[in-house]
């Protein structure tokens, strides 16, 4: 069974956006704020049977099915109206950015799909039919910026043996991002994206990834934490080939499986939709194994104000039953 | 401040006559406003900053800095500097260049104090991140454009106050005290800029008072302070003029520094950012939501703590400024029963906001002042125009005031496509906030400034505080944040700002929990221009319970010890920093700028107040009598200066801004 999670317009969604400075999980934003998702949607009394002037009882949250919904084998945790999203103003006051999050261990022949699905996501929730700028996030990657000064000088592509060290890693080599760059090209190409970007890419890896493009990316996002610390030559390099050396504060392994498990899970923190590992409680609990598959995340900024009016996330993941 | 048509001034007694009809006119041309311009939508931001600098005069040879009062002959000069003209910069006042499509240079203009000059850019600021990294070169561009027409002597320094202001022999040219216009016995007429709104001012506020303004800041006690301290520049054998006698009726308080004029209050210098709104709702939520960050910045920004040539016991200039202008009679003060005024007054007419005008369903009844003045008249008059009760009754309350200024000319016939006599009102009630309506016949919206901060011994730092108040309200709006707290408490905090070190030292009263309530069904509109209430109709809770007393570095850095304790001003910029495309060398910037104000605010940098007090005890010809001297003051303009020229690389003023690479 596939499980879509989504977080719902997190602006508003106070506490669960803010992190303290002091708490550097920055996967934080995404958990915390699908939680306070879960956890409204499980409290909101529905309005057919809203109780008067009651505060929704804390000890008997309702049950899964009721605030979720199925169709044929996709669960949506909660259920997505999309009829009540959407932006405000005209499509053109707009700026949206979307970032696509691919996920380790999970093989990039899927992203093709992936891709289209997260997209499509995206745009049913903000009721455009396309986006400005997709960011692709490829799984294990990180920007370091002691590498990048240590042989600066080398800007060349160098052999292949370096790829191999990197698939160690857990890197994918540049053959492979290439394949799925390919996908997005092909978004591009029907208009539904305007324009393409990285993340985390030194100056080697662009060298090497840029004359294989068909559409070059036009963005290149580094961690916040960084960003003071950018190498001069990826400056310089970045502005030779016109692309916008941008910052983020993401973590590259956003949403690993034990985390999503525990926010799905029966315990205290958990959405109650899966059921105890051990299988000895007998609820109504989904049985199986969760595979965290990608995350998107979307924000949607009026330009000439600079107010982000939507920002939010959504999460795939894939739900094996019996393997439990 | 802008210059009004030249005309035929009333004197007090005149203009008192003719105060009803100025205040029934503006209220038709605020009306004739409001109809046209409150359906003006989908502004972008727009914003602007303005610098205010006192020109000083060095005579190193006796090692003495006056004020130097050429004013006039350094806006003529850069009025006519054609390479500055063609540029687009100038003198709007006089005349300026035409705007140009890239960078225009900057424009000046005159104020109060006739040693003060204002610069601002030549056009607005956008939010485009790269707006926000021109600012820091724009006002350096801007200060070096005002020094290059002043003489080798003159340099434009950025200290709120000048430290020896009232004192013997402190501008030059000089002039002899006891005017006509202000009546002081330390300051002379001169002082003022001579167009003559000014001098009217002055004098009309002094009319309407029956006797001169009287400020008393509390004198800072010192090891050799004498005690009870009795201000000994006070001269109580003048008899020029009837006010001679205020302080021989006890206007100078003991233990106080005493001033008897306006130019103590308005000659000094502020930094003040103007915003426009995408309209007037959003306008009238960020009026709202950034009252109550006004005595924050007021208390991080410190850095007056010398009057006349004495350490005084507060930091920061708010409160002068306010009994500068303070022009309620005896009645309006309550010192007397109410017998000729129409009511007791509370606050001056420079004074805190009294009032929150925004329609958000947040905005409870128990946030407003139980006690405000309003005139009812004018309030129903408004209510039959057609407008809502909050904005009727805000202006209604700054229509309490007497018009000060009222040209002759003016009178003879209403002009419903001008805004003279709004005007007169409006830009004469000096609040730490004011919201402010489309000029006409011009295409900008509705706009709302932020007043409070005082001006910032290095550019560096008046960019770091401007930038930071962009941000702020970006992220109030983007994450509809919530800062109401009862307005009175707002004026309370107004007042703790004032005390010594109070960045450090005090708490303020701040709303606990700034975010809307979570409700599922917002998506759609994400409350920026909807009506719909993004807070479910649950119970509320008693008002304090939603705020506490909170340290700046609470305010600012938010407070870690306790999960889910107010989140700070700058994680919630940050926060929205992070949800926008910001390119590496422009967050880069924004963090030197944030670094700045999150160590201000806990305590490893200085305040200028603070760095000025430990400059004073630590030079050798301080007498620790809190009295500061000409050869002090000399040194301490002198130290600015290089402050502003090399902000700390030389170490000079580290304390403040930190160690700068």
């Known amino acids: ?324 | 401040m802008g210059l009004l048509a030249i005309g035929t001034p009333l004197d007090w007694p005149e203009a008192k006559k003719v105060a009803s009809h100025v205040r029934s006119w503006g209220i038709e041309q605020l009306l004739a406003i409001w109809r046209r311009a409150k359906g003006k939508e989908r502004d972008a931001l727009l914003w602007g900053d303005e610098v205010e600098y006192l020109v000083v005069c060095y005579d190193d040879e006796d090692r003495v800095v006056r004020l130097s009062l050429r004013q006039a002959d350094i806006l003529a000069a850069l009025a006519s500097d054609e390479k500055l003209l063609h540029q687009g910069g100038g003198v709007p006042d006089v005349q300026r260049g035409t705007l140009r499509e890239g960078e225009t240079a900057p424009v000046f203009h005159p104020e109060f104090g006739r040693f003060m000059l204002e610069a601002t850019p030549g056009k607005p600021w956008g939010i485009g991140f790269k707006d926000l990294l021109d600012v820091e070169p724009n006002m350096k561009w801007r200060r070096a454009i005002a020094k290059d027409h002043m003489a080798s002597t003159e340099y434009p320094i950025t200290l709120t106050t000048f430290p020896r202001l009232g004192t013997k022999d402190c501008t030059t040219p000089q002039y002899p005290v006891s005017g006509e216009k202000l009546r002081s016995q330390f300051v002379p007429d001169e002082i003022a800029n001579p167009h003559i709104r000014f001098p009217t001012l002055a004098a009309n506020i002094r009319s309407r008072r029956g006797r001169k303004v009287e400020i008393n800041v509390p004198v800072f006690k010192d090891e050799n302070t004498p005690w009870p301290f009795k201000d000994p520049t006070v001269n109580y054998d003048l008899h020029h003029w009837p006010e001679d006698d205020d302080v021989r009726n006890g206007a100078a308080k003991q233990n106080h520094v005493y001033m008897d004029a306006m130019a103590f209050g308005m000659g000094s210098c502020c930094l003040q950012i103007t915003f426009q709104a995408k309209n007037i709702a959003e306008g009238r939520k960020m009026y709202d939501q950034l009252s109550p960050l006004g005595p924050i910045l007021l208390a991080l920004t410190a850095a007056t703590p010398i009057y006349k040539g004495f350490l005084v016991d507060t930091d920061v200039r708010w409160n002068q400024i306010s009994r500068a202008v303070d022009d309620r009679t005896p009645e309006e003060l309550g010192e007397k029963p109410l017998q000729h005024d129409r009511w007791r007054l509370p606050k001056s007419r420079y004074a805190s906001n009294s009032t929150y005008i925004s329609q958000d369903p947040r905005l409870r009844k128990e946030y407003l002042d139980p006690n405000l003045v309003i005139d009812e008249d004018i309030k129903k008059r408004l209510l039959d125009g057609g407008m809502d009760d909050l904005l009727a009754t805000h202006f209604a309350h700054l229509f309490i005031r007497d018009p000060i200024v009222v040209f002759a000319e003016d009178l003879k016939e209403l002009d419903l496509d001008k805004a003279d006599h709004f005007e007169n009102l409006q830009s004469t009630n000096w609040q730490h906030m004011r919201f402010k309506p489309p000029p006409i016949g011009s295409d900008i919206g509705w706009r709302v400034e932020f007043r409070p901060m005082e001006i910032q011994i290095t550019d560096y730092e008046n960019a770091a505080f401007s930038v930071f108040i962009v941000l702020i309200t970006r992220a109030i709006l983007s994450f509809d944040l919530n800062f109401y707290i009862p307005i009175t408490r707002v004026s309370e905090n107004m007042e703790i700002a004032h005390i010594r070190d109070a960045v450090s030292s005090q708490k303020f009263y701040f709303r606990k929990d700034p975010f809307p309530s979570r409700s599922i069904k917002s998506t759609s509109t994400s409350g920026l221009s909807s009506p719909v209430a993004s807070r479910p109709p649950t119970p509320l809770g008693p008002v304090e319970d939603e705020y506490e007393l909170m340290t700046i570095n609470e305010v600012i850095n938010g407070q870690t010890d306790s999960e889910g304790g107010f989140p700070g001003l700058i994680p919630l910029v940050e926060n929205y920093l992070n949800s926008m495309n910001v390119d590496v060398e422009t967050r880069c910037e924004l963090a030197r700028y944030l670094d700045l104000i999150r160590k201000r605010a806990d305590g490893r940098l200085w305040t200028a107040a603070k760095w000025i007090r430990n400059f004073v005890h630590n030079h050798p010809g301080y007498k620790k009598d809190s009295a500061v001297d000409e050869s002090i003051t000399y040194d301490l303009v002198k130290a600015a200066e290089t402050i502003t020229r090399n902000e700390g690389r030389d170490g000079l003023g580290e304390e403040m801004l930190g160690k700068r690479v």
């Open chain 1, 1 to 324: 069974m596939k499980l879509v999670l989504s977080t719902s317009n997190i602006m508003s969604g106070g506490p669960s956006v803010i992190r303290h400075p002091t708490v550097e999980k920055s996967n934080t934003e995404l958990t915390s704020s699908l939680r306070a998702n879960f956890t409204a949607h499980q409290r909101s009394p529905s309005s057919e049977n809203s109780i008067p002037n009651g505060t929704p009882t804390r000890l008997n949250p309702k049950p899964f099915r009721s605030w979720t919904s199925q169709h044929e084998s996709t669960l949506y945790i909660p259920a997505i109206d999309f009829s009540s999203s959407g932006l405000s103003e005209e499509r053109s006051q707009y700026d949206i950015t979307v970032k696509l999050f691919y996920l380790p261990n999970i093989p990039s022949s899927r992203r093709c799909l992936q891709n289209r699905e997260a997209i499509d996501l995206v745009l049913r929730e903000l009721h455009v039919s396309s986006i400005d700028l997709l960011i692709v996030s490829f799984p294990s990657i990180s920007f370091d910026a002691d590498d990048e000064d240590s042989d600066s000088d080398d800007v060349v592509p160098r052999a292949a043996n370096e790829a191999s060290s990197e698939s160690k890693s857990g890197v994918e080599d540049i053959d492979t991002m290439i394949q799925t760059w390919r996908t997005l090209e092909k978004l591009h190409d029907e208009g539904i994206i305007d324009r393409l970007g990285v993340a985390e890419f030194g100056t080697q890896r662009l060298a090497k990834f840029l004359p294989q493009t068909h559409v070059r990316p036009s963005v290149d996002q580094i961690n916040v934490r960084d960003c003071c610390v950018v190498p001069k030559p990826l400056i310089l390099y970045a502005k030779q080939e016109g692309i916008e050396l941008l910052t983020h504060n993401d973590c590259t392994n956003v949403l690993p499986r034990g985390t999503l498990r525990e926010l799905l899970g029966p315990g205290e923190k958990g959405a109650g939709i899966l059921a105890c590992p051990d299988g000895l409680s007998p609820q109504d609990g989904l049985q199986g194994d969760v595979e965290p598959q990608w995350v998107v995340k979307y924000t949607a900024v009026i330009k000439d104000r600079g107010v982000v009016e939507s920002k939010g996330y959504f999460a795939v993941a894939e739900l094996r039953e019996g393997l439990c």
